[in-house]
């Protein structure tokens, strides 16, 4: 007999509208060194309807699930053909399926427009509005550009010196970021490895590109990795240098992302922000604010007590 994770496996070659992050290479991608598994729902005939893959965490004697990093979609897909009144049902099935895993935690954020919020709320789980800011139509290309900010414009007025490069690599790309960080003062949130490994994964499934920014000189001003399923475009991980804040490379870069998107007859997803200061920045482009939820639910009350004591120590040694 067939494992969950065979039959997934199968049916992703065929199911054209999953995104892109619910994909099995997505996952293999974006979990490598750890478990990732998916729970299945069949209708009538024995074919899939509903599948939740998910990141199975361990920490000391607790299972959990939590989002993938660089993974803004996952949660339970539901077949568009899926009649409404049997959405209740299969949520159902799905949250005894959960239980059964004898988790302590379970979060994850459902794709937009997602008819199991509303049931998986009915069903005692926790919902949170979530936003990300898209460009649905990209058609009149002129009238994309027309819904920027004044602030925008004169950006791009800046960048006319510029031109943009589709060579980069990987291994340039994860550079520059690393930089770009440092002249923030910050980090970088991934490793060279995770970012080799998604890109590998997803060129071979021909869904990514870089796209960089350079000066007349060919400095490097800013880059950023896309991705992109059969609706959505989404812009993935974008990175600027704050020494060429001033070139208009910033607006530069979204604005061949949206060309690029507009070549690929998809939609841009810039990938959303809670932050209010990244959000400004998308909301300049003329994109419309777009909810989708996550979905949360605690299974044992010492976790809670444990993510908050988590919480709090980041915040005091920030």
Not at 19 to 36: E, H, R, S, Y
Not at 266 to 273: I, K, L, N, P, R
Request: charged share 25%; net charge positive; proline share 2%.
């Amino acid at each position: 007999m067939t494992t969950n994770k065979e039959q997934y496996r199968t049916f992703c070659k065929s199911e054209k509208n999953l995104p892109i992050c619910m994909n099995d290479w997505w996952m293999d991608a974006v979990c490598a060194g750890k478990q990732w598994d998916v729970l299945l729902s069949h209708d009538a005939s024995g074919k899939i309807q509903a599948a939740l893959p998910y990141l199975l965490r361990k920490r000391a004697w607790s299972r959990y699930i939590i989002m993938p990093q660089m993974t803004q979609i996952g949660g339970l897909w539901i077949r568009k053909d899926v009649p409404q009144d049997q959405v209740q049902l299969i949520c159902q099935e799905f949250s005894s399926q959960l239980q059964s895993l004898k988790l302590a935690y379970y979060y994850q954020h459902f794709p937009l427009g997602s008819p199991a919020v509303e049931a998986f709320k009915q069903l005692g789980f926790k919902t949170k509005e979530r936003i990300t800011y898209r460009i649905e139509d990209l058609s009149d290309l002129d009238g994309v550009i027309a819904s920027f900010s004044k602030n925008k414009k004169r950006q791009l007025q800046k960048a006319l010196s510029l031109h943009v490069d589709y060579l980069l690599t990987a291994e340039e790309f994860y550079r520059f970021h690393v930089q770009c960080m440092k002249e923030q003062g910050k980090t970088i949130s991934y490793t060279r490895e995770f970012l080799l490994v998604l890109e590998r994964k997803s060129n071979r499934h021909k869904r990514s590109q870089f796209i960089a920014i350079r000066n007349a000189d060919n400095v490097l001003l800013a880059a950023a990795f896309l991705v992109w399923d059969n609706r959505s475009m989404y812009y993935l991980i974008p990175c600027y240098s704050s020494l060429y804040k001033d070139s208009g490379a910033s607006a530069l870069l979204v604005l061949e992302s949206i060309k690029f998107a507009r070549e690929k007859e998809v939609t841009f997803d810039f990938e959303g922000s809670m932050v209010s200061g990244i959000a400004n920045h998308y909301k300049q482009f003329g994109s419309t604010a777009t909810t989708y939820y996550s979905v949360e639910k605690y299974y044992k009350w010492w976790f809670r007590l444990a993510n908050l004591y988590y919480y709090l120590k980041q915040r005091l040694t920030r």
